[in-house]
DNA sequence: CTGTTTCGGTTCATATACTGAACCAGTGTT
DNA sequence: AACACTGGTTCAGTATATGAACCGAAACAG
């Protein structure tokens, strides 16, 4: 592995429950020696993606981000086009949903967005989606590239004694996703979580994302599920569509009969 | 120079202007070899720093740098807290200001405004202000730590025949903004535009960046410097509060005596 | 006070992983 | 068909990253 990529993992130990973190801390969650973690945050520092609290030593994400971060929606304004129908989204399931991002193998969380209806919520706050334990990560898996089966094999961490553990087990969520053009969970990621999640494409052809709903178990009638599903579709076809791509035939045909009374828009024109 | 240093620089080639940049001209612009800009492209896609547009097989910015500039962001919110000054800055200037962060010894661009109010702007559209060429990074000089001055000297690029370029004259440039309290660039950075700038503080005592005002020189009256410079006061001022700092007495002393009329507010209680 | 355990940061010999010239293959131009 | 561009790959040589051991400071216990 290169250092460059050693020192870049060390940004991911951030979060929002643990915005701070100070040198041996983080020699310890990266498994790594103390010097070499040092030299890793210096270069971070000068370049501005660390910064240290001078009173207490700690580091945390620096402000170059920000500039980055900006610039990156400015060049591709991924997170404006998605913001209204999930808006939609939320609206009409009334749980939580989720949009994620797909590059290289890792597909990034992009907006979140929890509905005030219910009282309990799934709450599931994460930076990437890991493949083989959601409903995203399934999606992804199964309407991306080939390669994606092979990185989700490589990580089979367990959350749930529902997670797939093996390629077999994957095998079979995926291909039950390909079929009904879905991605689903069932307390594989959370226990008392289901999810569901429909995939995003863009301009490229490519699967670029995909967007998903969690709601708490006790709620997760076929009913509830019946609307979701429906939800999800129209979502999906809008986000594509802002991100500048089309659902893939052979997708719009797997919705259709899975749920056959939401017939595909024509796009013919 | 460290490898992930290298790596981590390709990120600063791009801008608004070139949002999307192929192997081969970024080998240019970086001054490296193909192989090696290769594997750090390699390295920062697997990151998410950076991502492959399949049709061009150009490279731009990452999907990962939008989550972790909103992390950035709520654990330290500068940006939101720079917003409200900065707008009554613009209204009361009509000019275009800045707000730019201090990491390290770089000065990175935070938040930039335009003023409606006339057709001809000062336009600035940089990542990070050069130490020695703008008022800006004079004010980082001069209210910064005692390092930035030797940082300064490392780069003594000539921007127009003002630049200075020694650093005798650097030094002079910075004396006189300790005496005023203030950065100031005369055609330094680009010819026909004159800027002010104050410092910010935060938390700890350091400055933490500054805000400036740039103009075009044929509009830089005596009277529109001291509207600017009364303009600035307060919004450093404001700005600094809302990072959680204060203004050293020495520089509200430097302020009171160059702008008389000014009065310091009194904080004592 | 002294002994112990943290902490952030530094050193230096070792060897690992980075480098870049040269090389492919593909594409569009002349 | 020769050329000038792409993006991407290979491999020997060596520059650069590594981590055990070390340091001084600070916090705590006895």
Redesign the interface.
């Known amino acids: 592995m ?8 060390l ?1 991911s130990l ?3 429950a643990q ?2 973190i100070g040198l041996s801390q983080m020699c310890r969650l990266a498994k790594r020696d103390k010097a070499t973690t040092y ?2 945050l210096q ?7 660390v ?1 240290q ?3 207490s030593k700690n580091y ?17 304004p ?2 404006a086009g998605a913001e209204t129908p999930l808006a939609t989204l939320v609206d009409v399931t009334g749980e939580t949903v989720h949009v994620s ?1 797909l ?2 193998s ?1 597909l ?3 907006i979140s967005r929890e509905s005030p209806k219910h009282s309990t919520r799934a709450v599931i706050d994460i ?1 990437t989606f890991p493949l083989h334990a959601t409903a995203s990560g399934n999606c992804a898996v199964a309407f991306g590239p080939d390669e994606m089966f092979a990185a989700a094999c490589e990580n089979f961490e367990a959350f749930t004694d529902l997670t797939p553990m093996t390629p077999e087990s994957l095998e079979t969520l995926i291909a039950s996703a390909r079929t009904s053009g879905m991605g689903r969970s069932v307390g594989c990621f959370e226990k008392e979580i289901n999810s569901l999640a429909a995939p995003i494409f863009d ?2 052809g ?1 699967l670029a994302g995909a967007v998903s709903v969690a709601s708490v178990a006790s709620r997760f009638t076929p009913e509830l599920e019946s609307i979701i599903k429906t939800a999800l579709i129209t979502a999906s076809r809008e986000i594509t569509k802002s991100w500048g791509g089309t659902i893939p035939p052979a997708i719009e045909k797997a919705w259709n009969s899975a749920m056959p009374s939401h017939q595909e828009l024509d796009t013919s024109s």
């Open positions: 290169s250092s460059a990529s050693k020192a870049l993992e940004l951030f979060s929002e915005p701070e030299r890793h270069v971070l520092e000068k370049a501005g993606f910064e609290v001078v009173a945390r994400l620096g402000p170059a981000l920000l500039q980055l971060g900006r610039m990156r929606e400015a060049t591709v991924r997170k991002v590059s290289g890792t990034f969380a992009l930076t301009q490229t490519q």
